[in-house]
């Protein structure tokens, strides 16, 4: 019988937390280090704050991807940030770094090891992103065109004021909130003071989106540690268990979608338990300012439910990594006690595509 | 009735800045005076040439930097003897493994000035460079590699790096 309180969990499943977070500086171009110079610190960093080593972990697993970096295998090769010697039990999801947590929880609940490092990496400046993000839709009909993904955002924010949902004063007080917000996150790349007003003077960048809905570009990596049960509490006074997880994807044809809801958000999100738990906080992966709006409508959060106190994504877009950071601000609201629950979201794709919510609570 | 669409051509280029990163910087910036530049572990005491800059066995930095010699042994090899797209040496020729003296890592090389009926493991070979007025930040100031008249090393001393 353990000594330690676990939260409610479907049957069968094993109480698995958040016990440790850290990432990199955001910055918009880091030129002076190589991808496994950026992740050593990191993954140093995520294991010193429980005290543990790669000795200590029973699985690895990583997300990123070979079209940032412009060079094959390089997930193979960012694992010589770890030591990978003797042999370890090791995987890589060509996806954010929340999909390599989704696998390290699928592994955890087996219940043959009690502890993953989870880690991930990005860069968004060696290459012309605009032009690597159009080569994920599909090759016959969209990938020809190269669709930038502000102007396929710009579509779905128009198609919401066409609709009537949102209006660009909507879009504004979202970045200013978040820009605000992310004055207290020292990882933020982008945090300022402006009134909605003042954004509201700034040019379209692609009509009716402004610079200010827009993510920055960032380069940046980020890694976790997830412990199970007793295990968790070894490493975390207040570990933020995982009470519910879950991942769902639209058609990859934009046209075919009403891109003014998510519904794959809010299966995800009725998949993972969120309509039973009380939510404190929500870290949303919503890289343009009116996805924030899809997204809480999607997942059916109230008014008094913090919003991306982090600033989120407008605050800093680290590729394959800013729906992990989504995780790992979540559970830090969590391990401070400023949260009871909270919900963190990572989205792929264009225009919401994919998405995976995470229910956490600490008891 | 036209005929099904069975093919559709859709060009893809995409351009990068490489950014080799502090630990490869200082291998090139080896290459580019002539020299080959290895890095040592501070826990296993390994030397990696041509490391990005973390052991690939404890995970940490390899900040000690070894300037390592012209020499080292063919630990294995094989002879190209396939024509190819873009194949820029007369095949054909040898393609080896060659283990820096020093160094705890190998590395792909050309061998020249050899019949390829003559490459063997454990052969001694030197590096030859270009003239100096072309050495650049890349391995191709490396023009090839040349047996050195050493006689062959004992397996013993590369058995650990096939």
Not at chain 1, 99 to 104: I, S
Not at chain 1, 156 to 175: K, R
Not at chain 1, 305 to 314: E, T
Not at chain 2, 79 to 105: K, M, R, T
Request: with cysteine.
């Amino acid at each position: 019988m353990s000594p330690h309180k676990f939260p409610e969990l479907t049957s069968g499943h094993r109480p698995i937390g958040v016990v440790s977070f850290a990432q990199y500086d955001n910055v918009r171009r880091e030129g002076e280090h190589n991808e496994v110079e950026m992740l050593m610190p990191v993954v140093a960093e995520v294991f010193a704050n429980v005290g543990i080593t790669k000795d200590d972990v029973g699985f690895i697993c990583s997300g990123s991807t070979d079209y940032l970096v412009g060079g094959p295998f390089s997930f193979v090769t960012a694992l010589d940030a770890v030591g990978v010697w003797p042999p370890r039990a090791e995987s890589h999801v060509e996806m954010d770094g929340a999909w390599a947590l989704y696998e390290a929880w699928v592994l955890l609940q087996e219940g043959e090891i009690d502890a993953a490092l989870v880690y991930c990496f990005g860069r968004s400046s060696p290459g012309d992103l605009t032009e690597i993000m159009s080569v994920q839709l599909d090759p016959y009909y969209m990938a020809p065109l190269w669709p930038d993904p502000t102007s396929l955002a710009a579509l779905q924010a128009q198609s919401m004021i066409d609709a009537g949902l949102a209006t660009e004063a909507d879009f504004a007080a979202i970045a200013s909130r978040a820009r605000r917000s992310a004055l207290n996150n020292p990882k933020a790349q982008v945090a300022y003071d402006r009134t909605p007003e003042s954004l509201l003077a700034e040019e379209y960048e692609v009509a009716p989106l402004r610079r200010h809905a827009l993510p920055p570009l960032t380069d940046g990596c980020a890694a976790i540690v997830l412990a199970a049960g007793d295990r968790a509490y070894e490493l975390c006074d207040r570990p933020a268990f995982i009470t519910g997880i879950d991942h769902r994807i639209e058609t990859h044809a934009i046209g075919a979608r009403d891109l003014t809801h998510s519904p794959s958000t809010k299966l995800a999100g009725e998949k993972a338990g969120l309509a039973n738990k009380k939510i404190d906080v929500a870290e949303l992966h919503a890289p343009y300012a009116h996805q924030e709006m899809i997204l809480t409508e999607a997942l059916g959060l109230s008014d008094d439910v913090s919003l991306c106190p982090s600033g989120g994504a407008l605050a800093a877009n680290p590729m394959m990594s800013a729906g992990l950071i989504r995780i790992g601000e979540a559970s830090r609201a969590i391990w401070s006690g400023e949260a009871d629950g909270a919900v963190a979201h990572a989205t792929s794709g264009p225009c919401l595509q994919q998405n995976l919510v995470c229910v956490l609570e600490g008891v | 009735m036209s005929e099904p669409v069975t093919m559709m051509a859709a060009p893809t280029r995409l351009d990068y800045v490489f950014t080799p990163g502090v630990a490869q910087s200082k291998n090139l910036h080896g290459l580019e005076q002539g020299k080959f530049i290895g890095q040592r572990c501070p826990k296993c005491r390994k030397v990696y040439t041509l490391s990005r800059g973390s052991c690939p066995t404890d995970g940490v930095p390899t900040d000690e930097i070894v300037e390592l010699p012209n020499t080292g042994t063919v630990t294995t090899y094989c002879i190209v003897n396939v024509p190819f797209a873009g194949q820029s040496i007369e095949i054909p020729y040898i393609c080896a493994q060659i283990l820096l003296d020093g160094s705890n890592l190998s590395f792909m090389g050309l061998i020249q000035e050899i019949p390829t009926d003559e490459i063997r493991m454990g052969m001694r070979v030197e590096a030859v460079w270009v003239e100096p007025e072309e050495l650049g930040p890349t391995m191709a100031s490396v023009r090839y590699f040349r047996p050195n008249g050493e006689p062959d090393a004992a397996f013993e001393t590369y058995k650990e790096y096939l």
